[in-house]
T-cell receptor, first 114, second 112 residues
Framework: AQKVTQAQTEISVVEKEDVTLDCVYE???????LFWYKQPPSGELVFLIR??????QNEISGRYSWNFQKSTSSFNFTITASQVVDSAVYFC???????????FGKGTTLSVSS | DTGVSQNPRHKITKRGQNVTFRCDPI?????LYWYRQTLGQGPEFLTY????????KSRLLSDRFSAERPKGSFSTLEIQRTEQGDSAMYLC??????????FGPGTRLTVT
């Protein structure tokens, strides 16, 4: 069975702090895809990144970085120097090669105060 | 590209009524997905279309739910005889290649 666990329900930080959102996944498939989405208060899910199981390179995009470790089945997301506009619910998701649907975790609510 | 659009954005209905939602995917995206999201949860998959063919349905999609995608463009999701448990955000997503899925703003359904 496939499963995504985001153990942190809510995180609160002050602007300019760094914050890491954890994601642990379960799958028996050898080929799979991992995603992060952002859901701001407006409600629309915004795609952030896709990572393939065969590509363990970490990725950096501006203040965002992602750490993929197959050995621990984790795909963590770090925001550096957080800003108020980063306040949102962040979802980690998994899709197997044979599957079509995204399997989402329950999300982590990030609150950044000024 | 114009994003995924969904209408209506909000729908309030009485229990037992039928409702229909519409999704317009990003143009040239031949894959379309419906998800449902309840408060405090991640989206859960309902059904998937490739062009006009409905290729996959979740066990969450009871027989009161039906989805169509005529001509492989827009899609509709109908719920018959609504129940209070149907209250949720209904999300539509589209994809060009089956990898990244781009979501619309959702339709929030409240069943009273």
């Amino acid at each position: 069975a496939q499963k995504v666990t985001q153990a942190q329900t809510e995180i609160s930080v002050v602007e300019k702090e760094d914050v890491t959102l954890d994601c642990v996944y379960e799958t028996r498939d050898t080929t799979y895809y991992l995603f992060w989405y952002k859901q701001p208060p407006s409600g629309e899910l915004v795609f952030l990144i896709r990572r393939n199981s065969f590509d363990e390179q970490n990725e950096i995009s501006g203040r965002y970085s992602w750490n993929f470790q197959k050995s621990t089945s984790s795909f963590n997301f770090t925001i550096t120097a957080s800003q108020v506009v980063d306040s949102a619910v962040y979802f980690c998701a998994l899709r197997t090669q044979a599957g079509t649907a995204l399997i989402f975790g329950k999300g982590t609510t990030l609150s950044v105060s000024s | 590209d114009t994003g995924v659009s969904q209408n209506p954005r909000h729908k309030i209905t009485k229990r037992g009524q039928n409702v229909t939602f519409r999704c317009d995917p990003i143009s040239e995206h031949n894959r379309l997905y419906w998800y449902r999201q309840t408060l405090g949860q991640g989206p859960e998959f309902l059904t998937y279309f490739q062009n006009e063919a409905q290729l996959e349905k979740s066990r969450l999609l009871s027989d009161r739910f039906s989805a169509e995608r005529p001509k492989g463009s827009f899609s509709t999701l109908e719920i018959q005889r609504t129940e209070q448990g149907d209250s949720a955000m209904y999300l539509c997503a589209s994809s060009r290649d089956g990898y990244e899925q781009y979501f619309g703003p959702g339709t929030r359904l409240t069943v009273t």
